[in-house]
């Protein structure tokens, strides 16, 4: 049987694409790739179907990774208790309400404690683990999550009395999104960096 190399791909999405292959209102991550790696999703050849490993919303940009390899994409996506790595998963995001210092200083106790998220589409209240929240401004903060709950990001502020307008993700594990990469475009994850997802 042929071999084919494993394929690792690094991505900076853009706000207004979806994380799936087929889609009839919105345009899909796929698309911004090459003819060759469509193929791998609508022909894949034998043990080389490309996927996104995880999603993000069509509202959210930033860091996704795309890979032919099934282990490699369950250890970021699973909890440590079916063999995944439990990676953090950082997102900067813009708040629609500015908030005072006391504010700020009770969304990152109440968000560290775990919180009840509210029902959202076929999902109902969950509880989720806890987080880490940084404010960069009253109205901006870096927030860290080691699960990925549907649009759990969101949901936290919804808990907490605010909704998030702009929502990117800037880091997995300790990958970090590349500065010098722009949104829509794409290239190989380098062997460092997938090194740096497991550190």
Same mark, same amino acid.
Request: hydrophobic share 35%; net charge positive; charged share 20%.
């Given at each position: 049987m042929e071999e084919y190399k494993k394929i690792y791909i690094l991505m900076n999405k853009p706000v207004g694409y979806v994380c799936s292959a087929v889609? @009839?209102?919105? $345009?899909?991550?796929?698309?911004?790739?090459?003819?060759?790696?469509? @193929?791998?999703? &609508? $022909?894949?050849? /034998?043990?080389? /179907?490309?996927?996104?490993?995880? /999603?993000l919303d069509c509202n959210?940009?930033?860091?996704?990774?795309?890979?032919?390899d099934g282990i490699f994409s369950h250890k970021i996506t699973s909890s440590k208790e079916i063999g995944g790595a439990s990676l953090k998963k950082?997102? /900067? !995001?813009?708040?629609a309400?500015?908030?005072?210092? !006391?504010?700020?200083?009770?969304?990152? !106790?109440?968000?560290? +404690?775990?919180? &009840?998220?509210? +029902?959202? $589409?076929?999902?109902?209240?969950?509880k989720s683990a806890p987080a880490r929240v940084n404010f960069l401004s009253p109205d901006s903060c870096t927030i860290t999550i080691c699960e990925g709950k549907f649009h759990e990001v969101r949901r936290i502020f919804r808990a907490l009395g605010n909704e998030v307008t702009r929502l990117e993700r800037i880091s997995i594990g300790a990958l970090q999104l590349p500065e010098d990469l722009k949104e829509g475009e794409w290239r190989p994850l380098t062997s460092r960096e997938m090194e740096d997802l497991f550190l």
């Open positions: 889609s @009839d209102s919105h $345009k899909t991550v796929y698309q911004l790739l090459s003819p060759e790696l469509q @193929d791998l999703v &609508t $022909k894949p050849k /034998r043990g080389q /179907r490309l996927h996104t490993v995880g /999603r959210t940009s930033g860091l996704l990774l795309f890979t032919t950082t997102y /900067r !995001a813009r708040l309400q500015e908030l005072s210092l !006391a504010e700020q200083n009770s969304y990152i !106790a109440s968000a560290a +404690a775990g919180l &009840t998220l509210p +029902a959202e $589409k076929k999902f109902g209240e969950q």
